[in-house]
């Protein structure tokens, strides 16, 4: 099963940065995600190491104008 969720809030509290999922094609499986430091630090550390961070710099140019997902994804 595949749910398509859209970045909602994203807040502090206590020691950890809440970020708040709504999904969009099932209704009332929003989702709430808990990181810590060390979970922030690692995740970081994952996108410098991989070819993300390229990605997301380059999608800003074209963040109007996405190319359509390929079939087999």
Do not use: T
Not at 22 to 31: K, R
Not at 57 to 68: I, M
Request: charged residues 25%; positive net charge; contains cysteine.
């Amino acid at each position: 099963m595949e749910v398509v969720g859209q970045p909602k809030e994203f807040k502090q509290s206590g020691d950890y940065a809440l970020l708040s999922v709504q999904s969009l094609n099932l209704e009332g499986w929003d989702s709430l995600i808990a990181l810590d430091h060390r979970d922030a630090i690692r995740f970081l550390w994952l996108m410098f190491k991989s070819r993300v961070l390229i990605f997301v710099v380059r999608g800003c140019k074209n963040r109007n104008n996405p190319r359509r997902l390929p079939y087999n994804w």
